[in-house]
């Protein structure tokens, strides 16, 4: 170890985590050390172990989860072995990966303050620290909003402010970009590259839409079965197991250095010359879905207004748009267990809404946002067993499907056990078990690394006998597997279109290569094929 390694704001030395049961340590022989005033990015596939190293670092590893660790941790020069996480929380603050569910109050300006009531600050003190962390994120104008009635953005960034008034000098951040459109989390990366560079606050971030975040970082933490490798950004991504798709193209390219960032890759691509093939469009078959005018209301509130969806058996259809408009309402409404205000729905000539539960498992399936919700029994086997049963499939049908998602995931493991991603794959698999018409997915890729992704992505083009509406944030994921994208604004569909047609004339979502190569490809597999 360095002989500076103790002045760093994060620290750890030949630590080993393991978890009681398991067979494997989490973590193997962990040396790292994170700089003050760094932004570090922690990379890895689902279930590398990343979440952790979060943990480690304010001690919720192992005072919390339980398991051994051995080696030593330290934040702000504080042991973690001997400081558990509430002796921490004037040095670390943590943001989990769904913001909300971490509130605590009804509105912004309650819960900038909850924290320092806890720590039982004097009023004066507290009043002043909630005035400079509204006007540091830009929320002044949220001041007495409702928490509820907040976009993902404006939760994410008030999630950050609640443990930023006790100034903490280390920040953790769990995914935070993952369930936002692109305007949101430029918003929320925003705010946190401030507080790297204007108040020198250490800042360690996980997140899965590595593309999203790696052009700021300064060092990156691979996290691969348990072992870390730690540098510079472009040093790391040469060999990382998870890259985003500028650094891919380099990779394919053999450009040196590797671009980070699409301005990057721009210039890099200067007298590029590739044709690109004629696209190979797949033949979509009958109308599978047919929805017209559908309405949904929530009080006074009209979260989808006068909709119109078809989805073709054979068809991936992406469904886009800002937190908040009305995407999740549409497709609870087209699976026929949530609110319809008006319109009609239509499934081989049958209402989703009109059926009972069996008869409409295999109609229609949907995988929502918070796949734990359809989680209830104590094991992963019985979940697949009971998918089988219920669904009239054959045994192991389940399991097979989970397997070729994310294998590795033993029967025994408990459901609230799993990471998210994995949990998303579970639900996703029990749905795919009934062999649904229609498939709908919300937010399919919230927690996913790109090698999931990428399974994800081929399993759903070899339903060639299901009809596929997804809505999601997702670009990159949207570039490889969709057909047909739709965009929604304020409750209305306001374009539809080829995938290429959409995103290639969108800013906002135009995945990375289309950045580069001005629209020509869409991913690097396309970049591949042309050469």
């Not at 020198?200 to 490798?229: K, P, S």
């Not at 069996?358 to 029994?377: C, F, H, K, N």
């Amino acid at each position: 170890m360095s002989a500076d390694l103790g002045a760093s704001a994060v620290t750890f030395d030949h630590v080993w985590v393991t978890y009681a049961d398991a067979d494997e340590p989490a973590l193997r022989d962990v040396t790292l050390r994170i700089g003050h005033g760094e932004l570090a990015v922690v990379v890895g596939r689902t279930g590398s172990g990343k979440s952790t190293l979060l943990g480690a670092i304010n001690a919720l590893v192992p005072h919390f989860t339980g398991g051994t660790l051995r080696g030593r941790v330290t934040v702000g020069g504080l042991d973690t072995a001997t400081h558990r996480p509430r002796d921490l929380a004037t040095v670390v603050g943590v943001v989990g990966q769904d913001p909300a569910a971490g509130f605590v109050t009804d509105t912004v300006e309650e819960e900038l303050a909850y924290a320092m009531e806890q720590l039982g600050l004097p009023p004066a003190t507290m009043r002043r620290r909630v005035e400079e962390t509204l006007d540091l994120l830009g929320i002044a104008d949220l001041r007495h909003r409702q928490l509820r009635t907040l976009s993902g953005g404006q939760q994410q960034r008030v999630a950050i402010g609640s443990v930023l008034t006790a100034h903490p000098s280390v920040l953790v951040l769990d995914e935070p970009t993952s369930a936002l459109d692109p305007t949101g989390a430029e918003e929320v990366l925003a705010t946190i590259t401030r507080l790297v560079h204007d108040l020198a606050v250490t800042v360690v971030l996980a997140e899965h839409r590595v593309e999203r975040v790696l052009q700021y970082a300064d060092i990156v933490i691979h996290v691969d079965q348990g072992q870390v490798t730690s540098g510079a950004p472009a040093d790391v991504m040469l060999t990382s197991t998870v890259a985003p798709p500028v650094v891919e193209l380099g990779r394919e390219l053999g450009w040196a250095p590797l671009p980070l960032s699409v301005r990057d890759a721009k210039k890099a691509a200067r007298g590029l010359h590739l044709t690109r093939p004629e696209e190979a469009r797949r033949s979509a078959g009958e109308d599978v879905l047919t929805a017209r005018r559908v309405g949904v209301r929530h009080g006074s509130l009209v979260a989808v207004h006068e909709a119109d969806v078809t989805v073709r058996r054979g068809e991936v259809t992406a469904l886009m748009g800002r937190n908040g408009c009305g995407k999740s309402s549409l497709l609870w409404a087209l699976q026929g267990s949530g609110t319809r205000t008006g319109g009609t729905v239509e499934i081989e000539g049958r209402d989703p809404a009109e059926t009972g539960p069996g008869e409409r498992r295999g109609l229609i399936g949907l995988v929502p946002q918070t796949p734990a919700d359809l989680l209830y029994l104590p094991s992963v086997g019985e979940e697949c067993a009971q998918a089988d049963t219920e669904s009239a499939a054959a045994s192991g049908t389940c399991r097979e499907i989970l397997d070729r998602l994310v294998p590795g995931i033993g029967d025994e493991m408990h459901p609230r056990d799993l990471s998210e991603g994995q949990r998303l794959a579970l639900v996703l698999a029990i749905q795919l078990t009934a062999r649904p018409r229609v498939l709908l997915l919300d937010e399919p890729t919230r927690g996913l690394d790109y090698t999931v992704k990428a399974a994800l992505s081929a399993l759903l083009r070899d339903l060639e006998d299901t009809a596929i509406l997804l809505s999601t944030h997702d670009v990159e994921f949207v570039a490889g597997v969709a057909d047909q994208v739709m965009v929604m604004a304020q409750g209305e569909i306001v374009a539809r279109g080829s995938t290429r047609d959409i995103v290639v004339s969108s800013p906002a979502y135009a995945p990375q290569v289309a950045k580069v190569l001005g629209g020509a490809f869409l991913t690097v597999a396309e970049v591949r094929e042309a050469r």
